[in-house]
């Protein structure tokens, strides 16, 4: 009944629903209005999530999302020959991927809100802290991400919205905007702290409110309380349920 | 493909997506193990709920929720001759209509796992403030709730799980177990603070593990990310998805 709105990402939008999460953050927003969805996988770069597409995203779908966020790109921008490069995809690739991620979404629903939303900004001494907490004396001398690598990766995600016409959030960007970033938002120089998280949920709301999905403009599912009439509740619902 | 955990109540459960919010906490300790889907309605009484169950559960879904919260009973408990008469429920009817809902879960899926949620406590001295903190000197003398009623419609909530064999949660009783539980765990008296929508979502957790809805039992929908081999990612896939 309810339209869905899907979240599918790596890990920033698999821990959006702890304490100050923008993915709950978001539900709140929609309220009785529609469901946020968390397709978010820890870890996971484009390439990975190719793989998913066709089991989260089923072509012969009866009732496919109405709009979804693809916030791909921290794993993606992993340094070849550091510690992480397991995950890393060139970053050509990664356009190429985010390209059939969103050709699938269309695919599944043309009328779909796509918004594509960059990798946040990194914050290498932030990283490295944590590094040096979890892993002690082990921990890498160098940055398995930079903040510069990233860039490049945020950059080619805002230009394939641009070649296809969709709505971006440039967080990269946007995050840097404020002085102290570093810690403001990044929790470990990666992840969000709850004002990061705060960020996401803003400039999401905006886009979607740009474009069609404005939460104050939708109606609630069913009657707000205050309309049902104590002695004659049945009428508030015959009006808005048949 | 993932299960549906489906939250039915009333503003306690609209609200449980917030900051702090014992939804969306249930929602990260489920995180890519089931979905939690949010259908609370502030102000609904049992009465008013009914007109929704078709509607929310409709019975000839191919995919019905595997468990259910059903969190009823703060609307009901209303006075009678008091400002939100409107929401009033007699008992009995209460308890019928709280067995109505279940019985109609049951319908859509035998094997669904009911918990009752009884309503919290209310501490009348939180109800005096907030109602004069909105209307001033026009607020009520008299209280429009009191927790001696409510505890009526609480206990009516666990017999009703005793007699159909379900799991509940007396969270009347349990958040009076603290000290200071009127400002702890109520903001105005009625509705939770951040504290006591962690008492929701420990108790809740804890009724799912000692059923068989156990989050740390459920297997991730997809390969964690560090069981996917960099060089050959296809096969890590191929073992989960096919």
Known sequence: MRPQIVLFGDSITQQSFRSGGWGAALADTYSRKADIVN???????TRWALFLLHHLFPLDSTKPPVAATVFFGANDAALLGRSSERQHVPIEEYKEN????????????????????????????GRKEYAQSVYGEKADELPERTNEVTRLYAEQCIELAKEMGLCSVDLWSKMQEREGWQKKFLSDGLHLTPEGNAVVHQEVVRVFNEAW???????YDFPHHSQIDGKDPEKAFQQRCL
């Open 39 to 45: 397709r978010g996988y820890g870890g996971y770069n």
């Open 98 to 125: 985010l390209r059939k991620i969103v050709r699938h979404l269309k695919e599944c629903s043309p009328t779909v809100l796509v918004v594509l939303i960059t990798p946040p900004p990194v914050d290498e001494a």
């Open 213 to 219: 999905l404005s939460a104050p403009e939708m109606s």
